[in-house]
């Protein structure tokens, strides 16, 4: 199998800054996207490959507040189809798109419906998107995802999140600004919010999916080298503020430093309750919000009941956000919060291809020499799947690379 080594001149991360004081929603994300070098033609080839009524998708430049911007709109034929989760989850399987757009917009959807659903009372199967499920949310949903794996962006932070305030006329009826949708999306995601200086929906449900599926964290501009940037125009020209969402794409080398002692904290519950197929999604979503890790051990509790520990290592500022996934996805009812030292290497990341994909490699240094390396296995497994190989194939071809890059030791 051949395998190629990416010619980074360095060990660099792709990495993506959405600046969101104007909000969020899907056109204003994909017309950033595109304004930042994504190709219209690829996202539009993602969006007719759905496969429902047909759908045109254009970019036009504008401004506002004198900032030029670019604007996507989605025409398209009138219809009265109102679609379930289920039924957008079948369009998206029958759907011919590259393996990370086909997750991102199942995640961005699956998101929707466990909001709605919180939202109504109901089942997340049982969610008629209605707004959300319209054509032009379906564009902008796998639009956007086709223009992030376009730009190969592989890690993306999100300032804090302009809602809005005031109300909106929905479906339903009319609902308060944020509407619970978008407040139950941002709570999942424990992303930092703030209502912003206009008072309109300035978060849209499909916008807040998006954001919080992509960005897996929170803050200013981190340290970079910029790339590109892209300016993304809403609908509505407001005066308080200029109606637009900007993305910052660049380069950034050593994105894991050595912490201090004593800065993270382990948190850890005894559970005899809880049905195990859950325990998977409960640890995913404890790596999303930012612990360091998470895991289980097998342990026998008083009068021989089988359970686990549940173990998660976390920076101290995270302590609130994993304590409420803890409590609120396991069936515990209490967790010990012990402050740990902690001796980490300094790690870093290259990037080598496999037949043309590429293959993060991340590299770990004691006392300023390369000691242990390892290929992405996510990276690796999205690969394989591409390719058509076995995942001990491509990790055989990804370690290769990495031994040929000198970033293995």
Known sequence: MAAKVAATG??????????????????????????????????????????????????????????????????????????????VRVLL????????????????????ARAEARAHRCLPEEVHFHEVGALDAIAD??????????????EAVG???ALGSGSVRAAHGVLPVPVPAVLELMRMAAAPVYAGPAPYEMCTPTGA??????????????ALRITADGTGAGSRR??????????????????????????????????????????P??????????????WLVPILMKKGRPAHTLCVLVPADRVDAALHTVFVETSTIGARIVPVAKRALDREFGTVRVEGLPVRVKTAMFEGRVVNAQP?????????ATLGRPVKVVMGAATAAAYTAGLLP
């Open 209 to 222: 999916a998006l954001i919080t599926s992509v960005c897996r964290s929170w803050g200013p501009l981190p």
């Open 376 to 384: 992405e296995y996510e990276d690796v497994a999205a690969a394989a």
């Open 159 to 161: 300032s804090p999140v």
């Open 10 to 87: 360095g060990i660099r991360l792709a990495i993506a800054w959405f600046q969101c004081q104007a909000g969020a929603s899907g056109d204003m994300l994909l017309g950033a996207l595109i304004d930042a070098g994504a190709p219209l033609e690829a996202v539009q080839q993602a969006v007719d490959a759905v496969g429902v009524e047909p759908i045109l998708i254009t970019a036009e430049r504008t401004d506002r507040h004198g900032i030029a911007a670019t604007r996507a709109r989605v025409k398209t034929v009138h219809t009265h189809v109102h679609r379930t989760w289920h039924d």
């Open 93 to 112: 399987d029958r759907a011919d798109l590259p393996e990370p757009v086909h997750e991102r917009a199942h995640d961005v959807f699956d998101r929707l």
């Open 238 to 279: 407001v005066e308080e503020v200029p109606n637009i969402l900007r993305v910052v794409l660049g380069e950034r080398y050593a994105v894991e430093r050595e912490r201090p002692a004593g800065e993270d904290v382990l948190i850890e519950t005894n559970v005899d309750d809880l049905d195990p197929r859950l325990w």
């Open 141 to 154: 949903v796998v639009g956007t995802c086709t223009a992030l794996h376009a730009l190969g962006i592989e």
């Open 281 to 294: 999604a409960v640890l995913s979503k404890l790596l999303a919000i930012g612990a360091g890790d998470a």
